[in-house]
C-alpha cells in the first residue's frame, strides 16, 4: 500500500493561537484503505469551550473500518480524519475551561478527528489521564470502556450476583465489560479464540474462560455457572453468535448487542421461553448525562486500579492499511489496537 508522506511545515505562533501544520491521515474517498493519504494540514483551531490536545496515541476501533467503507449510518464530509479516541497533553485552553491547564496529561472523546497530531476536544469530552496508565491505554479508554459501562450499567442494569457471558471477551470492549462487571461483584464467563487470548482474560479476573472455537463451549459455559443460564450477554459479533446466544438465557435475561457485521437468523421462541430482551447499544445515542457517569466510573477504576486497558499492538500513521486490516481480519483479539503518535 501506498501512502503520500509529506513533510512538516515551520510552525509560528500569533498570540496563543496556534498557526503550525500538523500530520494527519485523511480518507479522500471511501472504500479501500488505498485511499487514506498521510497529509500536512493546518493545526485545527479551538474554541472558548474547547481543548487542543497534543496527540501521542489514538484509538483504533472497528467503526473506523466501517466508516471508511461508507458503511456506516453517519459518514463525515471528506476528507476526513477518522478516529474517535486520542491521549496526549493539552496544548491550548480554551478561555470558558477552568478544570484543566496547558501541559496536562488527558484522554479525549471524539466524534472523529483521532487520526493526527492534534484533536479538538469538547470541554466536558476531555478528562485526565492518570500517571498510572500510559498515553496508549488512554487512548483505549473512551470506546471500549464507555461503550463497556453503557452495555451493563445503562442498558442491562446488572446486579452484583448476576451472570454475565462476555463473547469475545479478549477484544477491547470485552476486557472492559469483564473489568467492569467484576468491579459490580457480577460472575462472568468469557470467551476468546485463541490460548493467549484465554489467559488474558483469566488474567483479567474472569472466573470462566471458554474457547468458542470448540464444540459444546456454551454447554459448559452453562454448566459452569450452575445450568440456569446467564442473566445478561455482551455480545461483540452478533451475526454469528446471536443466535446461539438466545439458547443460553436464564429468565428475564438481557443481551447487549454491541457489535455485528451482518444479519443473523435467531430463533424467537427463545426469548418467549424465558422472556428475555435483546438490547442494541450505540455508543453515540448517550446522553450528556450518562456520558459523564460513565466518564466518573472510568476515573474511579483507574485510581482503584481495576480499570486497566490490555493494548494489543502500537502501530505508525504509515501502518494505517495494517492497523484497518488486522482490527477486522486478525483471528484471536488480545487487546486494544493503538497509534502512536
Not at 497529509?39 to 472497528?62: C, M
Not at 468469557?190 to 470462566?208: I, N, P, R, Y
Not at 454469528?240 to 421462541?269: F, H, I, W, Y
Amino acid at each position: 500500500m501506498m501512502l503520500l508522506l509529506c513533510r512538516f511545515a515551520s510552525s509560528c505562533r500569533i498570540g496563543s493561537s496556534l498557526c503550525r501544520d500538523m500530520k494527519a491521515v485523511r480518507l479522500h474517498k471511501f472504500g479501500g484503505v488505498t485511499n487514506f493519504q498521510i497529509d500536512t494540514i493546518p493545526v485545527p483551531t479551538h474554541s472558548e469551550d474547547e481543548v487542543l490536545v497534543r496527540v501521542r496515541a489514538a484509538g483504533i476501533n472497528p467503526v473506523d473500518t466501517y466508516i471508511r467503507e461508507g458503511a456506516y449510518a453517519i459518514l463525515p464530509k471528506l476528507p476526513a480524519i477518522l478516529g474517535k479516541e486520542v491521549a496526549g497533553v493539552v496544548e491550548e485552553v480554551g478561555s470558558n475551561i477552568d478544570n484543566i491547564k496547558k501541559g496536562d496529561r488527558v484522554f479525549g472523546c471524539l466524534l472523529d478527528g483521532g487520526y493526527a497530531e492534534y484533536a479538538v476536544c469538547k470541554k466536558n469530552h476531555v478528562f485526565p489521564l492518570s500517571e498510572k496508565l500510559t498515553f496508549s491505554q488512554g487512548a483505549s479508554l473512551y470506546v471500549p470502556y464507555f461503550t463497556a459501562h453503557r452495555a451493563l450499567i445503562n442498558k442491562c442494569h446488572i446486579k452484583a450476583g448476576e451472570t454475565l457471558l462476555v463473547h469475545g471477551a479478549s477484544g477491547a470492549v470485552g476486557m472492559a465489560a469483564v473489568q467492569i462487571a467484576k468491579a459490580k461483584g457480577v460472575i462472568v464467563a468469557g470467551t476468546a479464540g485463541t490460548v493467549e487470548g484465554m489467559e488474558m482474560v483469566k488474567q483479567l479476573g474472569a472466573d470462566h474462560v471458554f474457547n468458542h472455537k470448540e464444540k459444546g463451549y456454551l454447554n459448559n459455559a452453562v454448566a459452569a455457572i450452575g445450568g440456569q443460564g446467564f442473566d445478561v450477554v455482551v455480545e461483540n459479533l452478533a451475526n454469528v453468535n446471536l443466535g446461539a446466544d438466545l439458547t443460553v438465557l436464564n429468565q428475564k435475561a438481557r443481551v447487549a448487542v454491541v457489535g455485528s457485521r451482518g444479519s443473523v437468523e435467531v430463533n424467537p421462541r427463545s426469548l418467549m421461553m424465558t422472556e428475555s430482551s435483546v438490547i442494541g447499544v450505540m455508543l453515540m445515542s448517550a446522553t450528556e448525562e450518562e456520558h459523564l457517569e460513565a466518564a466518573e466510573e472510568i476515573l474511579k477504576g483507574i485510581e482503584e486500579g481495576w480499570v486497566n486497558p490490555v493494548i494489543a499492538r502500537e502501530y505508525s500513521f504509515e501502518e494505517v492499511g495494517d492497523a484497518h486490516h488486522d482490527i477486522i481480519y486478525n483471528r484471536g483479539a488480545r487487546g486494544k489496537l493503538v497509534f502512536i503518535v
